[in-house]
Every structure is written in structure tokens, then in C-alpha cells.
């Protein structure tokens, strides 16, 4: 029903801006691609901008180069409609947010915390990504896929499904790959692309990370920290850190994972969180402002990081006891 309504408000505008969450990855930069696809496709003119770059491992997705990030000082750009994709609020938009202004937005989202930013708002937290819905619009409008948008919603779902690990994927996100796979693309590359391109110098970093990864007395969480001097050291930018949670996850026992980083010359912290069991994640990020879904989640904490640690792991601790004391009150 929502998406016939989306396809009526669009069939009623001409231009649009597509945009997505700061940090772009996998899900945000193939959704947006692909339903910039879907929008050409339906006679409309379209621009994708989004605050920050794109980052290197997604620039062989077809179109990545259309891609605009948005500078400092920029001229007044006329549209009728805005489409956001795979952001929980507006304020993951980032500077973007100034130049969609008062105008009609429409939100295409999978975060549990969303909190109906948008005029129309399309959100569905049981959808494995921002792709998996763009592919229902594709359906519900009646156009046919091509290889490229194939292309790129395989690749918005692949990674937010981690490869089709995490507790997201499930037998909807099988059948809509089965049928992505029937696409001319090749899956092998794609994986080549976003996960075997990493640099000699990111992998010692990721050595000196498991090296240093403390967790509690009972294994039931772990975290990780990255600090300024650490990238400055090793000649590196946060970006190519983003990832090192899906490896310190891969510890058995590890319920929740995290992880910490400096940002703001390490006046606040970045918080990057896990669950592998149903431990709400997204509950303690909103604890401190943050958010996300239920498995991942994210936050910013204004401390050292010292404190920080120290404020993160009480509430994480809080939650593993809440748990416990539910699933005992359930027997
Ligand atoms: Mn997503």
C-alpha cells in the first residue's frame, strides 16, 4: 500500500534529490543507485548527493561516478522531491539536511529508531537493508531490473547482511538474491571489491587492534578501541577501520561487541556496537543518544575515551543483566 502511495507521489514530481546516511557503505550508496536507476526509468531527472565521499571499495558499482558530495559553499539547487534512504533521522543526512530544507521528503528506511522524519515515511525494520525495499519498489512499479541496478542492490544487501550471516537475512532476502543472481553481474568480484581490497598497512592496524581487544570476566562481551594516534601513526583514516568489528565479532561467546573510537581530537567517542544473541544494541546506543537496529547500532559519547569506555560498558552490562533477568521470569 505505502509503496503505490510512494509511486503515485513520484509519478507527480519531476526532479529529485536522492540521498542517504553520512559514512556511506554498502547499503546507502547501492539503494540510492539503484532507485536513481528506477526513477530514470519512470522519466524523471535525477541527482544523487550525499555529504561525504564514497568510499573506495564501492567506486566500481555502476554510476558511483554520478555520485555528487556536497561542498562547503553551495549554489541553490532546485528540486521537487527528496528521497532518503537507509537513515534512521535527519540528522544522518549531514549537511545535506540544509539543502533539502522545507522541501517534500520521503523516507525509505530499515532502522528500528527511525523516527518518521519524512511527509511519506516507507519504514520496515524487518527488511535486511534500504536495498531490500528499493527491490519492492522495483516490483511494485512494474519495471524490469537491469544488470546494473542488479548489481547494485546484490551489493546493498550483501554487506548489510554481512555476507548473509547477521539475523537480518532471512527467506524474503534469499529469494529477491536468487533473483538478482539471474542478472549478468559476477557475485566473486563483488566480493573481491568490498572485502579483499584492504592495504597492507590497514591489516597491521587491524594485528595491533586484536592484539590489544579486552572483553568481561564471562567472555560475554568484548570491545576494541581506536585512537587518534593510532591512525595518525599508521597513516590511516577511520573509514578503513569501519569494518574491524565484523572480525573481532567472529569470537565465540562474544554477545556483544564494540567498538570505540576518538573522534573531535578525542573530545568524544565513537560507539559502534554488536549483538550476536537478542541483547538490544540499539537500546543502549539510544541510551546515549544514538541508534539503530536492534543487532547494530551506533552512538557518539562527549568524553575521553577512558570515560567513555567506562560509561559504555556499565550500560552494556546493564542490559546483559536485564536480559538475564527477563528469559529467567520467562521459565
Ligand atoms: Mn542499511
Redesign the pocket.
Known sequence: MIKKQILEKIKQSNSFIITAHINPEG??IGSQLAMAKLLTAMGKTVRIINADKIPGNLKFLPGAEKIESLPENYEPISFDLAIIL?CPNLERIGNVRKLIAERYVICID?HVSNDQFGNMNWTDSKAS??GEMVYGLFKAADIPLDNASALCLYTAIMT?TGSFRYANTTVKTHHIIADLLSFNFCPTKVYEHIYETKSFEVMKLLAEVLNNLQRSADGRYVWFRVTAEMLKRNKLNAESTEDFIAFVRMIEGAEVVAYLREIDQGAKVKISMRSKTDIDVNAIAGYFGGGGHKAASGCVIEANIDQAEKMLLSQIKKSIEEHNRNKKQEK
Open positions: 547499503d546507502s537507509d530499515h537493508s534500504a548489510d
